[in-house]
T-cell receptor, first 110, second 113 residues
Framework: SQKIEQNSEALNIQEGKTATLTCNYT??????LQWYRQDPGRGPVFLLL?????KEKRKERLKVTFDTTLKQSLFHITASQPADSATYLC?????????FGAGTTVTVRA | EAQVTQNPRYLITVTGKKLTVTCSQN?????MSWYRQDPGLGLRQIYY???????DKGDVPEGYKVSRKEKRNFPLILESPSPNQTSLYFC????????????FGPGTRLLVL
């Protein structure tokens, strides 16, 4: 069956450090992968998209890697800040359907 | 302001009483979708629509209906709600039918007693 697995544990890190989140998938051949941020009680907000033929994508302090051989994406938040505290969702898409992982909750301590 | 709106935001109902959750977007997007979010399970797609009068099932369509008579609106209908449909529901839209960012609404929290 198809599965998308993200870090099962919440991530607690010190301000200024780098947070690294993992997204592993099985039985998908995604055309692209997306990362979203979700704050409590709110809808997800798009952060980054990476195509199957791209290895790495960056946006400000965010970096995403995509390894289709390992069937894994890594999401990095560098120089983390308390405002980065949220749940981060990995999503796999083949145009019409978007399938999400359960998310990883990140808490950044000041 | 570009946005996806949902109504109501909170709803308590009883088993079997038909309800409709409305969704509207002002971005002229062709694609719209409904998700439910449950603890530990993440977001699961219920139905999606690629354009007016074109809808298809997502991963968890049982117990739900949708319609797409106008481009901007995509209501979710629960004909006979049951307690296992208690959840947080999100509507989303995106431009075109290919790769693209999905814009999510604020969510509707539904409790079925």
């Amino acid at each position: 069956s198809q599965k998308i697995e993200q870090n099962s544990e919440a991530l607690n890190i010190q301000e200024g450090k780098t947070a690294t989140l993992t997204c592993n998938y099985t039985n998908y051949s995604p055309a692209y992968l997306q990362w979203y941020r979700q704050d409590p009680g709110r809808g997800p907000v798009f952060l980054l998209l990476i195509r199957e033929n791209e290895k790495e994508k960056r946006k400000e302090r965010l970096k995403v890697t995509f390894d289709t051989t390992l069937k894994q994406s890594l999401f990095h938040i560098t120089a983390s800040q308390p405002a980065d505290s949220a749940t981060y969702l990995c999503a796999i898409s083949n145009d019409y359907k978007l399938s999400f992982g359960a998310g990883t909750t990140v808490t950044v301590r000041a | 302001e570009a946005q996806v709106t949902q109504n109501p935001r909170y709803l308590i109902t009883v088993t079997g009483k038909k309800l409709t959750v409305t969704c509207s977007q002002n971005m002229n997007h062709e694609y719209m979708s409904w998700y439910r979010q449950d603890p530990g399970l993440g977001l699961r797609q219920i139905y999606y629509s690629m354009n007016v009068e074109v809808t298809d099932k997502g991963d968890v369509p049982e117990g739900y209906k949708v319609s797409r008579k106008e481009k901007r609106n995509f209501p979710l209908i629960l004909e006979s709600p049951s307690p296992n449909q208690t959840s947080l529901y999100f509507c989303a839209s995106k431009e075109g039918q290919g790769m693209g960012t999905q814009y999510f609404g604020p969510g509707t929290r539904l409790l079925v007693l």
